[in-house]
């Protein structure tokens, strides 16, 4: 800024000193010139007053001045200068034509006889009825010998006076830019988060922009302090989240809460290129410590976060509730199907119609019991992930399923039947127990003397019954 303003001022006094400069060549010139027509016309009138018609007996200056007499027709009667017959009519000449129409002026131009501006001018006098032009040149060369001697001087003098301009111009640029250099100080002071004190100057054009200052000052003081403090409210809350938190940029940790630094105590300042490896896997689960955490990644234009959760309380749980199904729908399973064997047994052998009742209401019930173990063992094979699928005929497994529920269906004479072949991908005890579980319902809710039909296409299996 300071060579801004002190190249913008040094043209400006340029300009100033070029311009009266200028201004005063200008004006000497146009004295002189004025000074040289009053000569001339003066010079003119006298000569013409003392001409008497004869050649002139009166002397002429030769510094500058020349003297031409002409006749009405122009031709030179007498010249102060060279020989009358030598000169060429001037009965053309501007000066001698406005002298003879009774309006003379002056008339400048360059003279071939001096090779130098001269000023003309003319005025007629009547002698004895025989009119006369009395013609005066001025050579204007004064003008230009003044300015060779002066030109010199001015220059000096207009040196000296850009000298000493530009010594004041540096001070002036310093005082100037002084106070505006107390503004950049205290600006980087509030820009570094600093705070400043009271701002005085002596300058009634700075003061004002000194206290924006300050205010700028203060405003920014209160809101870093109500930043810093929902900071601080932000990281307890963070803090008192169980989920880790871990918020980066690149190898740079934004934040990180205290459940984050217990699991990863690594994620501090920067990553080494063994964290910053793992993050960009973004695993689903870790394993640390004997404890699962759940990975969650996320991330914008800014930065990537990651939250994790503890749940190791919740597998465990979950293999807690997998062990009670495993024993419990096993240990179930076996007296079941002791009850309803021995159930069938005494409805068979027994006379007693009573009695026979009993062993098929028991026998009803111990099945409807074990289908709702055999439900529960479904139930965990399907929350289990599915290993081992293969192809498998159908009609294989239909036919294996109708030998173990022959008993079953020839106790209510019901006709199992099946057409057709089906190879689906199954685990093969899935497969069983969906076939079984159809052919059994068709066979137990069936009308005596019914049919339960499996019937298989490539892509679809149907089981058909006449019962309820």
């Not at 034509?97 to 005025?123: D, H, M, Q």
Request: charged share 25%; with cysteine.
């Amino acid at each position: 800024m300071k060579r801004k303003l002190t190249l913008i001022q040094s043209i400006l006094l340029l300009l100033s000193v070029g311009s009266v400069f200028t201004a005063g060549l200008l004006l000497t010139r146009q004295a002189l010139w004025n000074e040289a027509e009053h000569n001339v016309i003066a010079l003119t009138h006298a000569y013409a007053l003392a001409f008497t018609g004869d050649i002139p007996t009166f002397s002429v200056s030769s510094q500058g001045e020349r003297l031409t007499i002409c006749k009405e027709d122009g031709t030179v009667f007498w010249d102060s200068q060279e020989k009358a017959e030598e000169l060429e009519n001037h009965g053309s000449r501007e000066e001698v034509i406005a002298a003879l129409n009774g309006t003379p002026k002056t008339v400048a131009r360059s003279s071939a006889t001096f090779g130098v501006e001269t000023l003309y001018y003319a005025e007629t006098r009547t002698i004895q009825g025989n009119v006369w032009v009395i013609r005066v040149s001025y050579v204007t060369s004064s003008f230009t010998q003044f300015m060779t001697g002066e030109i010199p001087w001015m220059v000096g003098i207009s040196l000296f006076a850009v000298g000493v301009s530009a010594i004041a111009i540096h001070f002036l640029t310093q005082k100037t830019l002084a106070p505006l250099r107390e503004i950049a100080h205290h600006l980087e002071i509030v820009g570094q988060g600093g705070e400043v004190g009271e701002l005085k100057s002596g300058d009634p054009d700075i003061e004002p922009i000194l206290q924006g200052v300050k205010e700028v000052s203060d405003s920014l003081q209160r809101s870093m302090a109500m930043l810093q403090n929902e900071k601080e409210s932000l990281r307890l809350v963070l803090d008192s989240v169980s989920d880790g938190i871990l918020a980066y940029r690149g190898r740079e940790v934004l934040f990180a809460n205290s459940a984050c630094l217990r699991v990863l105590p690594e994620a501090k300042g920067e990553f080494g290129d063994d964290f910053l490896a793992w993050l960009s896997q973004k695993e689903s689960r870790i394993q640390k410590d004997g404890r699962t955490y759940l990975l969650n990644w996320g991330h914008n234009d800014h930065m990537s976060l990651l939250v994790f959760t503890d749940i190791t309380a919740m597998e465990e749980a979950e293999a807690a509730r997998r062990r009670f199904f495993d024993a419990s729908s096993h240990e179930l399973k076996t007296p079941l199907t002791s009850i309803s064997g021995f159930s069938e047994v005494i409805s068979l052998k027994s006379q007693d119609p009573a009695i026979v009742e009993y062993a098929k209401k028991i026998q009803r019930e111990a099945t409807r019991m074990g289908k709702l173990v055999s439900d529960m063992l479904r139930l965990e094979e399907l929350e289990e992930p599915a290993k081992g699928m293969a192809p498998v005929s159908m009609a294989k497994i239909t036919e294996s399923v109708f030998q173990e529920l022959a008993p079953l269906a020839e106790s209510k004479k019901i006709s199992l039947m099946q057409t057709g072949d089906s190879t689906l991908p199954f685990l093969p005890r899935d497969a069983v127990s969906l076939i079984k579980n159809l052919v059994e319902n068709g066979i137990l809710y069936n009308l005596e003397g019914g049919y339960v039909k499996v019937m298989m296409s490539p892509h679809k299996i149907v089981v058909e019954d006449n019962g309820i």
